[in-house]
Structure formats: structure tokens, C-alpha cells
């Protein structure tokens, strides 16, 4: 998608391939398990890791009606828990700006809406 603010200087943004793999948990549920991940950092923001969704158990999630906007990256949708557990615990940017098109196609998770977030030496 066209448009958005591109990252600079005042608002860095770098994606880059995470050197570990990333794990999810819900509950005792292993939702993502990932070799593939992006790390993402934005200004001062703490990192974020963003998941191949082919490396998610999408069946364990389920579309949200929440929507945001992000002037960098563009218009977010949301997952909860397919069993009603946790709502918005995952988002996505469907269609990101042209300039963020390395994270289309993936998915990021709250630490705080999770069980966990682990990481482990690639296999």
C-alpha cells in the first residue's frame, strides 16, 4: 500500500531476520513456533518479533473487530484466543506501506497478553 510516514532519523525502524527461534505459548498451547521470525525495532519501543503466519497454529486464533492505524506501518488487524481466553493477543498488518512490506504475511504477539514468548538456538 501506498503512503505513510517513512521511518527517519526522529522514528528508526529496522527489520532484520531474529537469529533465534521464537516460540508462543497460550496456556500449554504452542501457538507459533517459528525459525523464520523478524525482529523489528521502532524508536524506543521494545522489540517486537514478527511470525510467518505458515508458522502459526492460526486454528488456535481467531480474528478480532479490533483495528488500528500505525502512520509507519499502516492499518493493524487483531487475533484472540480461539477459545476465548485472551482477546488481542496477536496483530497484523495485512496490507502494510510499500516500505514495510517485509512484515506482510506475518503476525506479532503481546508479551503481557501471552504466556510466553521464548526463544531458542535454532535447531
Known sequence: ????????PDHPISVEPAEEKVIVRIGDTVVAESRNALILREASLPPVFYIPRSEI?????????????????GDASYFSA?????????WSYEDPFDHMSVIKGHLA??????DAIETAPRD
Open 1 to 8: 500500500m501506498q503512503g505513510g510516514t517513512r521511518p527517519g
Open 57 to 73: 497454529a492460526m486454528e488456535a486464533l481467531t480474528s478480532s473487530d479490533t483495528r488500528t492505524h500505525c502512520p509507519y506501518k
Open 82 to 90: 480461539h477459545d476465548g481466553a485472551a482477546k488481542d493477543v496477536a
Open 109 to 114: 504477539f503481546y508479551p503481557d497478553r501471552v
